[in-house]
């Protein structure tokens, strides 16, 4: 293949390989400030933009705060979440665990646009993403706190690796704290960050196993209080549709610690929230959080930023649109190189 390249190709390739070396960075250390001299507006303009989707559709918050998430357990923080499928990639918007359900990546798009207005080329997507999710919590009644910023965007994203890594809602406990340990994200930090679903809905999808079959039982999850299990009994029946969403605590749009209080009471929406109370390693912070929402909202700025901080280390980019990867010079090159190839065999 390489042979039937003439010279001036296989140089130019070099030139590619030498040049992709030479712009793209690999991460710096994350430190707050990141932007104060690049684009000092960048934190206030996430911060408006939140505010204005916010108000169109008040679950926004919720499903930007769970991009992160999605996005930091995944190869790191990189919005490699973000990527549209190509023909040669698969990335993991369709993933298991995202597909159907990750919602709201308009509102990403919507930052960067504004972002880029402001100044061009300067602020990662994923950057926007954890900005964003700190806008999201805040002005959703929780915790304020400082960011650090500084990520790369990812050249690549993969699903196989998003379905091997994000956990199922039908996890047990001790599987969540595996998962979580494997992140250096302790027991506490688990329980802190399954708080974030203190906002935001979940599909009857996820939940008509534990409502008639828990485990191949052929009965419901024994934990579920008996009126919380009628109510969700009505909402998702046996055979219904299971696109119907419910409400992850009793009050969905405000962060707060009411999450614990309903796991105490039974009440936990997903199987994989009542399991950290049924699980003794797990309980006591539950209990702890239900009756000190101020040592709630400690310990998950403490997970938020450690989960933060998760990095690849893979060379990456600032992406001009969140979704592709950006077009180098050389490559456009190449690209017209081969289109001039083409022309000359055709004539
Ligand atoms: C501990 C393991 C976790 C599991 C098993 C889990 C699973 C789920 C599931 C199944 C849903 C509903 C999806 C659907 O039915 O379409 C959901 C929603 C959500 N998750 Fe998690 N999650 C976990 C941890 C987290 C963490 C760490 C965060 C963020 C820090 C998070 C943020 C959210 C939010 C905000 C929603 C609601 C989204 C919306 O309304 O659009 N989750 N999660
Ligand atoms: C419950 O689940 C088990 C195993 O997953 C399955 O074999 C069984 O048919 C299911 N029962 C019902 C009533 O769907
Ligand atoms: C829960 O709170 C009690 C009383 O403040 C404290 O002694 C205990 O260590 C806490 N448990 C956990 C797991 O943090």
New binding site residues.
């Given amino acids: 293949m390489m042979s039937l390249l003439p010279l001036s190709q296989c140089v130019l390739l070099l030139f590619f390989f030498l040049y992709m070396l030479m712009i793209l960075a690999t991460a710096t250390e994350l430190r707050p400030g990141f932007y104060a001299e690049t684009c000092p507006e960048a934190e206030s303009t996430v911060r408006e933009v939140m505010k204005k989707v916010m108000k169109r559709d008040p679950r926004n918050a919720a499903s930007v705060m769970r991009f992160q998430f999605h996005d930091c357990f995944v190869d790191g923080c990189d919005a490699s979440l973000l990527l549209d499928d190509t023909p040669t990639m698969l990335g993991e918007k369709l993933s298991l665990s995202n597909i159907n359900s990750l919602r709201s990546y308009e509102v990403i798009d919507e930052a960067k646009e504004e972002l880029e207005k402001l100044c061009p080329g300067v602020v990662s997507c994923a950057d926007i993403i954890i900005m964003a999710s700190r806008d999201a919590v805040v002005l959703t009644g929780g915790p304020n706190w400082e960011v650090k910023l500084g990520r790369l965007d990812s050249l690549t994203a993969s699903q196989e690796d998003s379905d091997k890594i994000m956990p199922s809602p039908r996890s047990t406990a001790s599987a969540l704290i595996d998962l979580f340990s494997e992140f250096d994200l302790s ?2 930090d688990l329980v802190a960050l399954s708080g974030s679903h203190s906002i935001g809905n979940g599909r009857c999808f996820s939940i008509v196993n534990r409502l008639y079959n828990q485990s191949g039982t052929g009965m419901p999850d024994p934990a579920l209080e008996t009126q919380y299990r009628e109510k969700l009994d009505k909402l998702c029946p046996k055979g219904g549709d299971e696109e119907v969403i419910g409400d992850l605590d009793a009050t969905p749009h405000v962060f707060d610690n009411q999450y614990f209080k309903d796991l105490v009471s039974g009440r936990g929406f997903l199987y994989s929230d009542q399991t950290l109370f049924t699980n003794q390693r797990t309980r ?2 539950v ?2 959080f239900s ?2 929402q101020e ?1 709630f909202f400690k310990a998950f700025v403490e997970g938020m930023v450690k989960m933060g901080d998760l990095q690849s280390g893979r060379p990456g980019e600032i992406r001009q649109n969140c979704r592709v990867v950006n077009r180098r010079p050389m490559e456009i090159l190449i690209e017209s190189l081969d289109e001039m190839n083409e022309q000359k065999s055709e004539t």
Avoid: A
């Fill in positions: 027991v506490k006591e912070f209990q702890n009756s000190d040592g």
